[in-house]
């Protein structure tokens, strides 16, 4: 039988390859490894399609997607471009917020970078748990409106928060910085045990359950409230 | 020098009269040359015979060398006399386009402009090819067929005037092709006399499309076999050509249909040669033609007419047309092609080779010109999906699938264009020029497609627009995946030898082309 | 004729044009040319035609030699006509794109400018052997050049002799740039990380300067090139709002172009471009049905078509005996073959139409919604416009209190897509006398396009009712008006009614019945 690419016997089939496809590449199967991890774990957390925050599940969240991203060699540019690929929903097809914070603040605290830049400005929708347990030595700013828990459980790391934030900022934060540069919502602060919050616009609210560390706006303390007296 | 020393040097010997043969030493050097491109053969020519040491043993391959440096000097020499006739062909082109066909050039090929209409012509007539010609009534179709073949089969006008069959319903076979001597068929024989038509190489039929199907065909027949049989004789033609003429769609024509016009290797358009060309036409005498000969076409009418055996005659014709290419060159400097020359010609551009993207472009057009994704391969009566996957290739626009003579006339056309331009290999260049016009043709277009087209600002005819658009489309993603797809090729080529490699994949009709012929094979 | 000036550099540039001409695969370009008066850019492309920057190419070449400066740029001006932008379709919607992130006409611009070059000069760089890196490594540079400098560092593994830009390089090096189908979401991520220097550009007043290697303006399509783009472009936003916008955004540079005088807008200078109606134009001519031919008609006679063998048992009646030789013998005797004569019929040509459209508050707004109803009309226009009848249009909301436009018959698209578009958002009333005015004794076709809340639907129906012209109603959706409607028609052979549950069934629709109605006249 004739072979019919006869004519290609002594082509040489190597591929010309420049730097950008190995790193094209590189990102396309760090992407879809770290993708497949958030699907999981909204799959495996969301079984019946209601997300309630309460403690213990979102701390076993985190747990499972700390598990998940461990093998991943990711980096901060893949952490951004989630935040992407999640908003617009093509190759993830469910956003909830909750579960999709979490999966970032992982994320965060696990990368290999001590300080990681979100810009989410342009981003249609707004994540909730964004910084969770940020530990001691991580810095993490966000640039844009975020959601609800924002700096939950800090541990000692560094937020800042380029926009505003919703309710429970700072919620049982224990040791760490928070600095919103824009306006806060409800119950900021709730169950915090240390650190300290900077705000530099409105407080819609504090919330009545503050067992320690300090909350200051625009520069002056607000809180406790006998400190304040005294300074 | 030592024997042993002499083996670096000189790989074989020389015989012994070498030594006192100057001639036939520097054969040898040359021969070494090609035999041993590494050697110190450059060194050697200014060596005197009586300092080379021969090996006697070797002697025997002296008649060899000579023999070899004999070759090399005819390939040389046909290099030269390539471009001689090359130039010739040039020749006759220009001295139609400044002398007979006048008409503005409308392609270009590399830095060179080109009438279509005329240049296809004379490769048709340089290839034993098929033409279409269309156009408006009265602008040059018969007559630039006409002047092409004059010119390069040595015939004169009158003759070809009357070799020529014109379309209309009621031609018959008789005087298509031949009929009974009547004299003989009243004694009882059966003795054909052949027409003019079928026993010249060159064919003109004008306006085709008016000639019924079944004369259509007939003719499409012989000349795509060169046989022409009537009641039990048959005349076999070595060397033939085809122009077909055909006006555009008007009152009393019928179509070609596709099966027909699917053997026509080309289509051009003789267009209006512009305000000024059209008036200097007007102003020339319309009796005055240079290629006209009473003399010389009397000669030829009573050879063609003849009762000799047809192989016979055909001696007596080229010999004559010898003796007329003679005359026109000594009388009017106007040169014309011999048989030899013709011959020459079609074996030089047969040898041509394709390079590896023309090969690979050619595929890739070839792809999207027959390939389904939901059945196979394309078919007339069957419709596409909607949102196939394939969409965006040309598959999706057309009805039918391109025939297998279509890449024949390609590769055709596309060497002797590169023949034309003394070109050494057929590229991407001579493929994309001569696409359109082998294209346009075999195409049957959907109607939407055809209605986003129809209102385009263009200056070709609408079927040969349509294929040069095509062409553009098919040429963009060549140029953006060559190497990925000339990759696939050679990745399939290793894999149908036994290696154990998977298909490239891609995003284009070619690698699923590729993988499917993989498949059957394993 | 004036004589373009020799350059001393025009043989080089022959010699490299050849090279890069054959690395790209031959392009469809012409010569191009060097300018000497050209300083504030490399390159220049107008109308396909390159022209490079003397006094640069001579501040290039006291780096690297003379002919690898000409090669870079011409690899780098051939790279966009071949790969990127490739269309003015794919130009107009990587500015969209960037348009959305940046909010700003000429950072989008520059954005966009940037990003074809980058996909241009990497896309030479990985698939031609090209010296573009090493023209790149002396270059004078601005800010915005550095980091695209310091990104092809990135991406091609080659020293340009930047540092710096280490993180926005990093961050530019992820964007699949060679991969056209993910386009648009690429420049959108490119203009995102390249917005700050662009910020920095325009405070410090130099966002307007040109980028060295040349500015992708309009001026290198043709007006054909545009229409086919907006054409394409307006499919593919499906949104007259987006459409408008960037069309709004880039008037200037395309009535530079000469776009906005070119046909089918028939604007003059000065005159602005309306935006809604030419989204409208250019989305139906995608829907566009083919020009009706002119009908053939059996002329209901026998006549002599051709001639085929008789053989035993066929009736003598048909014999022809001149082709026959007088002979009544198989194999010599021919029968004549009679076919029904065909002519052409009246040209019946195709009748006018009245378009009728309800702009009521209950129908979408076609300036700022895709209006499947006003597309259902435009492409009812386009297909009688492409068959050379004429067109009314009757827009209407609440006709009494003024509300309506009547457009009395023309072949001007301009003035029929204005009509078409042209929003009330009233009430729904139309004026029966409005319809009657346009009648005319040929009995037009009328098109109604409505989601049938219409008041006086009653007059309506009592009107159609009366008619004899062939008459397609369109309705949105189901309700009692509709049904109301439907059950006062009647069963009348001229008057068909649709009722349409996706809007995006209209266009569909509406070109089905005129396919059904041109077809009933050939």
Same mark, same amino acid.
């Given at each position: 039988?004739?072979?019919?690419?006869?004519?290609?016997? @002594?082509?040489?089939?190597?591929?010309?390859?420049?730097?950008?496809?190995?790193?094209?590449?590189?990102?396309?199967?760090?992407?879809?490894?770290?993708?497949?991890?958030?699907?999981?774990?909204?799959?495996?957390?969301?079984?019946?399609?209601?997300?309630?925050?309460?403690?213990?599940?979102?701390?076993?969240?985190?747990?499972?997607?700390?598990?998940?991203?461990?093998?991943?060699?990711?980096?901060?540019?893949?952490?951004?471009?989630?935040?992407?690929?999640?908003?617009?929903?093509?190759?993830?097809?469910?956003?909830?917020?909750?579960?999709?914070?979490?999966?970032?603040?992982?994320?965060?605290?696990?990368?290999?970078?001590?300080?990681?830049?979100?810009?989410?400005?342009?981003?249609?929708?707004?994540?909730?748990?964004?910084?969770y347990r940020l530990p001691e030595g991580k810095t993490l700013v966000l640039e844009g409106d975020v959601g609800d828990f924002i700096g939950a459980g800090l541990s000692g790391g560094k937020l800042i928060v380029k926009g505003s934030t919703g309710n429970w900022a700072g919620a049982g934060m224990m040791d760490g910085e928070l600095f919103i540069n824009e306006h806060t919502g409800q119950n900021t602060?709730?169950?915090?045990?240390?650190?300290?919050?900077?705000?530099?616009?409105?407080?819609?609210?504090?919330?009545?359950?503050?067992?320690?560390?300090?909350?200051?706006?625009?520069?002056?303390?607000?809180?406790?409230?006998?400190?304040?007296?005294?300074? | 020098?030592?024997?042993?020393?002499?083996?670096?040097?000189?790989?074989?010997?020389?015989?012994?009269?070498?030594?006192?043969?100057?001639?036939?030493?520097?054969?040898?050097?040359?021969?070494?040359?090609?035999? &041993?491109?590494?050697?110190?053969?450059?060194?050697? *020519?200014?060596?005197?015979?009586?300092?080379?040491?021969?090996?006697?043993?070797?002697? &025997?391959?002296?008649?060899?060398?000579?023999?070899?440096?004999?070759?090399?000097?005819?390939?040389?020499?046909?290099?030269?006399?390539?471009?001689?006739?090359?130039?010739?062909?040039?020749?006759?082109?220009?001295?139609?386009?400044?002398?007979?066909?006048?008409?503005?050039?409308?392609?270009?090929?590399?830095?060179?402009?080109?009438?279509?209409?005329?240049?296809?012509?004379?490769?048709?007539?340089?290839?034993?090819?098929?033409?279409?010609?269309?156009?408006?009534?009265? *602008?040059?179709?018969?007559?630039?067929?006409?002047?092409?073949?004059?010119?390069?089969?040595?015939?004169?006008?009158?003759?070809?005037?009357?070799?020529?069959?014109?379309?209309?319903? @009621?031609?018959?076979?008789?005087?298509?092709?031949?009929?009974?001597?009547?004299?003989?068929?009243?004694?009882?024989?059966?003795?054909?006399?052949?027409?003019?038509?079928?026993?010249?190489?060159?064919?003109?039929?004008?306006?085709?499309?008016?000639?019924?199907?079944?004369?259509?065909?007939?003719?499409?027949?012989?000349?795509?076999?060169?046989?022409?049989?009537?009641?039990?004789?048959?005349?076999?033609?070595? @060397?033939?050509?085809?122009?077909?003429?055909?006006?555009?769609?008007?009152?009393?024509?019928?179509?070609?249909?596709?099966?027909?016009?699917?053997?026509?290797?080309?289509?051009?358009?003789?267009?209006?040669?512009?305000?000024?060309?059209?008036?200097?036409?007007?102003?020339?005498?319309?009796?005055?033609?240079?290629?006209?000969?009473?003399?010389?076409?009397?000669?030829?009418?009573?050879?063609?007419?003849?009762?000799?055996?047809?192989?016979?005659?055909?001696?007596?014709?080229?010999?004559?047309?010898?003796?007329?290419?003679?005359?026109?060159?000594?009388?009017?400097?106007?040169?014309?092609?011999?048989?030899?020359?013709?011959?020459?010609?079609?074996?030089?551009?047969?040898?041509?080779?394709?390079?590896?993207?023309?090969?690979?472009?050619?595929?890739?057009?070839?792809?999207?010109?027959?390939?389904?994704?939901?059945?196979?391969?394309?078919?007339?009566?069957?419709?596409?999906?909607?949102?196939?996957?394939?969409?965006?290739?040309?598959?999706?626009?057309?009805?039918?699938?391109?025939?297998?003579?279509?890449?024949?006339?390609?590769?055709?056309?596309?060497?002797?264009?590169?023949?034309?331009?003394?070109?050494?290999?057929?590229?991407?260049?001579?493929?994309?020029?001569?696409?359109?016009?082998?294209?346009?043709?075999?195409?049957?277009?959907?109607?939407?497609?055809?209605?986003?087209?129809?209102?385009?600002?263009?200056?070709?005819?609408?079927?040969?627009?349509?294929?040069?658009?095509?062409?553009?489309?098919?040429?963009?993603?060549?140029?953006?995946?060559?190497?990925?797809?000339?990759?696939?090729?050679?990745?399939?080529?290793?894999?149908?030898?036994?290696?154990?490699?998977?298909?490239?994949?891609?995003?284009?009709?070619?690698?699923?082309?590729?993988?499917?012929?993989?498949? @059957?094979?394993? | 004729?004036?004589?373009?000036k020799e350059n001393k550099y025009d043989p080089l540039l022959k010699e490299r044009w050849a090279k890069v001409r054959k690395k790209h695969f031959f392009p469809e370009l012409p010569d191009p040319s060097i300018s000497e008066s050209m300083d504030r850019v490399a390159l220049e492309i107008k109308s396909k035609q390159i022209t490079l920057s003397q006094s640069f190419m001579e501040e290039a070449a006291?780096?690297?030699?003379?002919?690898?400066?000409?090669?870079?740029?011409?690899?780098?001006?051939?790279?966009?006509?071949?790969?990127?932008?490739?269309?003015?379709?794919?130009?107009?919607?990587?500015?969209?794109?960037?348009?959305?992130?940046?909010?700003?006409?000429?950072?989008?611009?520059?954005?966009?400018?940037?990003?074809?070059?980058?996909?241009?000069?990497?896309?030479?760089?990985?698939?031609?052997?090209?010296?573009?890196?090493? *023209?790149?490594?002396?270059?004078?540079?601005?800010?915005?050049?550095?980091?695209?400098?310091?990104?092809?560092?990135?991406?091609?593994?080659?020293?340009?002799?930047?540092?710096?830009?280490?993180?926005?390089?990093?961050?530019?090096?992820?964007?699949?740039?060679?991969?056209?189908?993910?386009?648009?979401?690429?420049?959108?991520?490119?203009?995102?990380?390249?917005?700050?220097?662009?910020?920095?550009?325009?405070?410090?007043?130099?966002?307007?300067?040109?980028?060295?290697?040349?500015?992708?303006?309009?001026?290198?399509?043709?007006?054909?090139?545009?229409?086919?783009?907006?054409?394409?472009?307006?499919?593919?936003?499906?949104?007259?709002?987006?459409?408008?916008?960037?069309?709004?955004?880039?008037?200037?540079?395309?009535?530079?172009?000469?776009?906005?005088?070119?046909?089918?807008?028939?604007?003059?200078?000065?005159?602005?471009?309306?935006?809604?109606?030419?989204?409208?134009?250019?989305?139906?001519?995608?829907?566009? *049905?083919?020009?009706?031919?002119?009908?053939?008609?059996?002329?209901?006679?026998?006549?002599?078509?051709?001639?085929?063998?008789?053989?035993?048992?066929?009736?003598?009646?048909?014999?022809?005996?001149?082709?026959?030789?007088?002979?009544?013998?198989?194999?010599?005797?021919?029968?004549?073959?009679?076919?029904?004569?065909?002519?052409?019929?009246?040209?019946?040509?195709?009748?006018?139409?009245?378009?009728?459209?309800?702009?009521?508050?209950?129908?979408?707004?076609?300036?700022?919604?895709?209006?499947?109803?006003?597309?259902?009309?435009?492409?009812?226009?386009?297909?009688?416009?492409?068959?050379?009848?004429?067109?009314?249009?009757?827009?209407?909301?609440?006709?009494?209190?003024?509300?309506?436009?009547?457009?009395?018959?023309?072949?001007?698209?301009?003035?029929?897509?204005?009509?078409?578009?042209?929003?009330?958002?009233?009430?729904?009333?139309?004026?029966?006398?409005?319809?009657?005015?346009?009648?005319?004794?040929?009995?037009?076709?009328?098109?109604?396009?409505?989601?049938?809340?219409?008041?006086?639907?009653?007059?309506?129906?009592?009107?159609?009712?009366?008619l004899e012209n062939r008459v397609t109603a369109v309705h949105i959706g189901d309700n009692t008006h509709v049904r109301q409607f439907k059950r006062s028609m009647g069963i009348r052979k001229n008057i068909s009614i649709y009722s349409v549950q996706k809007k995006e069934d209209i266009p569909r629709i509406v070109l089905g019945k005129i396919r059904e109605y041109f077809r009933s006249v050939s």
């Open positions: 039988m004739i072979n019919p690419f006869e004519d290609f016997k @002594e082509y040489p089939y190597k591929k010309k390859e420049i730097p950008l496809d190995h790193i094209v590449r590189a990102k396309e199967r760090v992407m879809g490894q770290i993708v497949e991890g958030y699907v999981k774990l909204v799959e495996e957390e969301v079984k019946d399609l209601v997300w309630l925050v309460e403690n213990s599940r979102v701390f076993k969240a985190y747990s499972s997607a700390l598990r998940t991203i461990q093998q991943v060699d990711y980096d901060s540019d893949d952490i951004e471009e989630l935040c992407l690929e999640i908003d617009k929903g093509g190759k993830i097809p469910y956003l909830i917020s909750g579960p999709a914070g979490i999966y970032l603040s992982a994320l965060c605290n696990n990368a290999k970078e001590e300080r990681i830049h979100l810009r989410l400005h342009e981003l249609k929708r707004t994540f909730h748990f964004l910084g602060g709730g169950w915090m045990s240390g650190g300290e919050i900077h705000i530099d616009g409105r407080i819609r609210g504090i919330a009545k359950t503050i067992l320690g560390g300090r909350i200051y706006q625009r520069g002056k303390l607000i809180l406790p409230h006998d400190m304040t007296a005294r300074e | 020098m030592s024997v042993a020393d002499d083996s670096a040097l000189y790989p074989s010997g020389l015989p012994v009269c070498a030594r006192r043969c100057e001639k036939i030493l520097q054969t040898y050097i040359a021969v070494t040359r090609i035999a &041993c491109p590494g050697s110190t053969w450059r060194r050697d *020519l200014g060596r005197r015979p009586q300092d080379f040491v021969v090996n006697p043993f070797l002697a &025997c391959y002296a008649e060899e060398y000579v023999e070899a440096h004999k070759i090399e000097e005819k390939a040389r020499g046909k290099d030269m006399e390539d471009g001689n006739i090359r130039q010739k062909v040039r020749d006759i082109y220009g001295f139609i386009q400044d002398n007979l066909y006048l008409n503005r050039p409308d392609m270009r090929v590399g830095e060179e402009s080109f009438n279509s209409a005329l240049l296809f012509s004379l490769l048709t007539a340089l290839n034993r090819g098929k033409e279409l010609i269309i156009g408006e009534p009265g *602008l040059g179709k018969t007559t630039s067929a006409e002047y092409v073949a004059a010119m390069t089969y040595q015939l004169p006008l009158g003759l070809i005037w009357a070799s020529e069959v014109s379309g209309h319903p @009621e031609q018959t076979e008789e005087k298509i092709i031949g009929r009974p001597d009547l004299g003989r068929l009243n004694q009882g024989e059966e003795v054909v006399v052949w027409s003019y038509l079928a026993q010249l190489p060159i064919k003109i039929v004008d306006e085709i499309n008016r000639l019924p199907e079944t004369k259509q065909s007939m003719i499409l027949d012989g000349v795509d076999r060169g046989n022409w049989g009537y009641l039990n004789d048959v005349i076999i033609n070595e @060397e033939y050509c085809l122009f077909a003429t055909a006006n555009y769609q008007d009152r009393g024509t019928n179509t070609l249909i596709a099966p027909l016009i699917d053997r026509f290797d080309v289509i051009v358009e003789s267009r209006h040669p512009g305000t000024n060309l059209a008036l200097v036409i007007g102003m020339k005498d319309r009796y005055e033609n240079v290629l006209r000969s009473p003399v010389y076409e009397r000669d030829f009418q009573e050879i063609l007419v003849e009762p000799r055996d047809y192989q016979e005659k055909m001696k007596r014709i080229e010999d004559l047309c010898d003796r007329f290419g003679d005359h026109m060159e000594k009388e009017f400097s106007v040169k014309m092609l011999s048989q030899g020359e013709r011959k020459e010609i079609r074996d030089c551009v047969q040898e041509i080779p394709l390079d590896l993207d023309a090969n690979a472009f050619l595929r890739t057009v070839i792809a999207e010109l027959s390939f389904c994704f939901k059945y196979g391969q394309k078919r007339s009566d069957e419709h596409c999906e909607e949102g196939c996957h394939y969409t965006g290739f040309l598959c999706h626009h057309i009805k039918n699938c391109i025939s297998n003579r279509f890449p024949m006339s390609v590769r055709t056309y596309s060497q002797s264009l590169a023949w034309l331009k003394g070109d050494e290999g057929v590229g991407i260049e001579h493929i994309k020029t001569v696409l359109p016009y082998t294209l346009a043709h075999r195409l049957q277009w959907k109607e939407d497609y055809i209605a986003q087209k129809q209102g385009d600002t263009r200056r070709d005819p609408f079927q040969i627009y349509l294929a040069k658009e095509m062409v553009n489309e098919v040429y963009r993603r060549y140029n953006e995946q060559s190497r990925h797809i000339k990759n696939a090729l050679a990745v399939a080529y290793q894999a149908l030898s036994g290696k154990d490699l998977e298909p490239i994949e891609g995003d284009h009709p070619i690698y699923a082309e590729i993988k499917q012929d993989l498949e @059957e094979v394993r | 004729m004036m004589e373009r006291r780096h690297i030699p003379m002919e690898k400066v000409i090669e870079a740029l011409l690899d780098h001006g051939v790279a966009h006509y071949t790969f990127c932008p490739w269309d003015f379709h794919t130009h107009l919607t990587l500015y969209q794109e960037a348009k959305k992130v940046l909010k700003d006409k000429q950072m989008a611009q520059k954005s966009t400018d940037y990003f074809m070059d980058v996909v241009a000069d990497t896309h030479c760089f990985k698939e031609k052997d090209t010296p573009i890196s090493d *023209l790149y490594r002396h270059m004078d540079r601005g800010i915005l050049d550095e980091a695209i400098h310091a990104l092809y560092q990135r991406i091609w593994g080659k020293d340009l002799n930047v540092k710096g830009h280490e993180e926005i390089s990093r961050r530019l090096s992820r964007i699949p740039y060679l991969d056209r189908k993910p386009w648009p979401e690429s420049i959108h991520r490119f203009s995102k990380i390249i917005q700050g220097l662009l910020e920095s550009e325009e405070k410090y007043g130099t966002l307007n300067q040109p980028n060295t290697m040349g500015q992708n303006d309009f001026g290198r399509y043709s007006c054909q090139e545009m229409d086919q783009g907006l054409k394409e472009f307006a499919m593919s936003t499906g949104d007259p709002g987006e459409f408008k916008e960037v069309v709004k955004d880039l008037e200037d540079e395309l009535k530079e172009a000469g776009y906005a005088s070119h046909g089918n807008m028939g604007l003059g200078p000065g005159s602005p471009l309306d935006a809604d109606a030419l989204f409208y134009m250019k989305l139906a001519e995608n829907y566009a *049905l083919p020009i009706k031919k002119t009908p053939i008609e059996k002329s209901g006679s026998l006549y002599p078509f051709s001639h085929s063998p008789w053989e035993l048992g066929k009736p003598f009646r048909d014999i022809d005996p001149w082709t026959s030789f007088g002979k009544v013998m198989p194999g010599i005797t021919q029968i004549w073959e009679r076919r029904e004569g065909e002519t052409f019929g009246e040209e019946e040509g195709t009748p006018n139409c009245i378009v009728v459209i309800d702009s009521s508050g209950s129908m979408i707004n076609p300036r700022q919604h895709l209006s499947y109803a006003v597309l259902g009309a435009a492409c009812a226009s386009d297909a009688y416009l492409r068959n050379d009848a004429t067109v009314a249009v009757y827009n209407f909301s609440h006709a009494r209190s003024g509300d309506r436009q009547i457009l009395d018959y023309t072949r001007q698209r301009t003035k029929i897509y204005q009509t078409i578009c042209h929003y009330f958002g009233g009430g729904t009333k139309l004026d029966i006398r409005d319809i009657e005015s346009l009648q005319q004794p040929s009995r037009p076709d009328i098109f109604i396009i409505t989601d049938m809340q219409i008041t006086n639907l009653e007059d309506l129906i009592g009107y159609i009712n009366g």
